[in-house]
């Protein structure tokens, strides 16, 4: 039998997490998770834009990251926690490597950088954004759950990703940063 995307098991508010236990739609693992997949669903569309190649890749990546934090943060048991790939060390360092590689090529920044200028620099920074969410949305998690602690870490260096990110396209197109100047 082919398989439907409906199981009606959902139409009462609550879900499966992967393990088997039933938790209203609302819990804040199903949050937490929900807000990675917005911010993978968001990766995804800025990849569509006309950049880089290196960059659609990297971000190719990013979304596979991404996939494997919203797995471990929708299971609950051990023994199928250890079935699944994990993030490590090396990930932060590969993120730190993209950063520091861009960041070398940018002009300094002097001031708050005001978002826009182009739909490819907006959707950077909308990303980051996001990020920031599933973030704060993971440290609550911290509160009923225990996280590892390197997930936080890979999720901090990939808001930071993003920003610079939107910087460099900034930079490859051309386009004047817009700075914020407090009045005075």
């Not at 890749?57 to 926690?81: D, H, R, Y």
């Amino acid at each position: 039998m082919k398989y439907k995307i409906y199981t009606k098991t959902g139409d009462k508010g609550e879900t499966s997490l992967f393990g088997g236990n039933r938790v209203p739609k609302n819990h804040p693992r199903i949050e937490t998770y929900g807000t990675l997949d917005e911010l993978n669903v968001f990766a995804g569309a800025l990849r569509d834009y006309d950049i880089y190649q290196t960059i659609k890749e990297q971000i190719f990546w990013i979304q596979g990251k991404l996939m494997v934090i919203s797995s471990i943060l929708a299971t609950e048991k051990t023994s199928a926690l250890n079935k699944l790939p994990t993030i490590n060390e090396d990930d932060i360092l590969k993120i730190e490597s993209f950063i520091d590689m861009y960041e070398s090529a940018l002009p300094q920044q002097t001031a708050f950088i005001i978002p826009g200028g182009n739909s490819a620099v907006s959707a950077a920074h909308k990303a980051r954004v996001i990020c920031r969410r599933a973030e704060r949305d993971i440290v609550s998690l911290t509160n009923i759950i225990e996280v590892p602690q390197i997930i936080i870490r890979f999720i901090n260096r990939l808001s930071d990703y993003f920003f610079v990110l939107s910087r460099k396209i900034s930079c490859d197109l051309k386009i004047t940063e817009s700075y914020w100047m407090p009045e005075k």
